[in-house]
């Protein structure tokens, strides 16, 4: 049995993401999970508000609501992640966000991201370089823009959330269907594979969801 650990930036567990991820995995692993907001109140977390130059992220806390703040505050919290996994056993560690993560972070045993195997597959699935991206807040657009830019010709960034109203996601979807596009990134690890069954099926377009991809390129390392 091989031990690996999965890190959220909200609490754990995250049963919801775990759902999808255990169907893709064997029998010869186990999951450990841990997460930056453990421990917390949501008035602590309230002091992690992001301001104006921040990079935002959005999570979910244990009770199932949304919660978003400053990528800044919780890198600390997130390298004591790592160590508790590696006391654990954990023989590899997936981060179950696609934010785009400083290189801060110390461990002794690999460390998957799946904002790294986005940004890598991406490029080469989308034929003429358009994509479609979806992100939960309207506050990530301007980042995601800025990201994709590097990567991609053109593309465009849709806000609707994964922990919202499924009518959001679903003009996200009518929108999208509207564009000139190659594929469509679901930008967050909160969209599972629900949401992007009905997501390709109203927008008409290839749909790439974060958390399965991740997990499938984190197997193929381990079989």
Not at 44 to 59: C, H, K, N, T, W
Request: glycine share 6%; net charge negative; charged share 25%.
């Amino acid at each position: 049995m091989m031990k690996v650990g999965a890190i959220t930036i909200g609490q754990s567990p995250r049963e919801d993401v775990i759902q999808d991820l255990l169907p893709l995995m064997d029998d010869r692993v186990e999951l450990i999970q841990a997460g930056a907001l453990d421990g917390l109140t949501r008035e602590d977390i309230r002091a992690f508000a992001p301001g104006q130059e921040d990079y935002v992220l959005i999570s979910q806390l244990q009770d199932g609501s949304p919660v978003m703040f400053a990528e800044r505050y919780i890198l600390p919290r997130l390298q004591q992640c790592i160590e508790l996994l590696e006391e654990q056993g954990a023989e590899l560690i997936l981060f179950l966000c696609t934010g785009d993560f400083p290189d801060v972070f110390h461990s002794k045993v690999p460390l998957i991201f799946p904002c790294k195997v986005l940004n890598g597959l991406v490029p080469a699935l989308a034929s003429r370089g358009k994509i479609a991206v979806v992100v939960p807040t309207p506050q990530q657009v301007a980042q995601s823009e800025q990201k994709w830019k590097q990567y991609v010709q053109e593309s465009t960034t849709i806000p609707a959330s994964p922990y919202g109203d499924q009518e959001a996601l679903d003009e996200a979807a009518r929108t999208v269907s509207e564009l000139d596009v190659d594929l469509v990134v679901m930008d967050c690890i909160g969209y599972h594979t629900g949401t992007k069954e009905r997501f390709q099926k109203l927008s008409r377009k290839p749909v790439i969801l974060s958390r399965t991809l991740a997990v499938r390129v984190m197997m193929e390392l381990l079989s």
